[in-house]
């Protein structure tokens, strides 16, 4: 089975640096990565997602991410943080060919500080 | 539109008591979801359907039941609620461009 790191389960981080929240994933064949966001008490919201192409993917809120093949890792930046990008962001990877099997990471805490 | 929409928001439940966690959606998708939150772990699909009328199991399973007999709604029943089941419950939809939506989530607390 698939399986999605995320190394970091919290990282602080002062208002207006960057920062990079960090995804591996375990498998060597062809996927599809999202990286989702969820604000306190509410369900999760689509940051960005790669199916193709390009291997920098622009998302919403000012973050993108690069999918690399070879170190199978889809690591999630920003080069400017607000107060309010605080919240818990998810690292998703699907199959494919059978979009069932959809396995998420554990989830990193980025708390961003005034 | 209202997307997806989960009721009850929270529940406190007596172990061994039978439990439905509804989900509504309104964006006409074929594809659903239940997944279960908890601390550390990130979310767990417990099942999916693909259409109406169809359901499958996916990785945490044992426990719960589905059913979909229509495209709207999709139902998540604990037969039995033990307290390993106290989790954050989240409903979700797909859509063609297999982005995935979610609902507001149920808070399940089993005593």
């Known amino acids: 089975a698939q399986s999605v790191t995320q190394l970091d389960s919290q990282v602080p981080v002062f208002e207006e640096a960057p920062v990079e929240l960090r995804c591996n994933y375990s498998?060597?064949?062809?996927?599809?990565l999202f990286w989702y966001v969820q604000y306190p008490n509410q369900g999760l919201q689509l940051l960005l997602k790669?199916?193709?192409?390009?291997?920098l993917v622009k998302g919403i809120n000012g973050f993108e991410a690069e999918f690399n093949k070879s170190q199978t890792s889809f690591h999630l930046r920003k080069p400017s943080v607000h107060i309010s990008d605080t919240a818990e962001y998810f690292c998703?990877?699907?199959?494919?060919?059978?979009?069932?099997?959809?396995?998420f990471g554990s989830g990193t805490k980025l708390n961003v500080k005034p | 539109i209202a997307g997806i929409t989960q009721a009850p928001t929270s529940q406190i439940l007596a172990a061994g008591r039978r439990m439905t966690l509804r989900c509504t959606q309104d964006?006409?998708?074929?594809?659903m979801y239940w997944y279960r939150q908890d601390l550390g772990l990130g979310l767990r699909l417990i099942h999916y359907?693909?259409?109406?009328?169809?359901?499958g199991k996916g990785e945490v399973p044992d426990g719960y039941s589905v059913s979909r007999a229509n495209t709207d709604d999709f139902p998540l029943t604990l037969a039995s609620a033990v307290p390993s089941q106290t989790s954050v419950y989240f409903c979700?939809?797909?859509?063609?461009?297999?982005?995935?939506?979610f609902g507001p989530g149920t808070r399940l607390t089993v005593l």
């Open positions: 979700a939809s797909r859509d063609l461009t297999d982005t995935q939506y």
């Open positions: 498998s060597s064949v062809s996927v599809y």
């Open positions: 790669y199916l193709s192409g390009s291997t």
């Open positions: 998703a990877v699907s199959d494919p060919t059978n979009f069932n099997k959809f396995y």
């Open positions: 964006m006409r998708h074929n594809a």
């Open positions: 359907s693909n259409t109406a009328g169809t359901t």
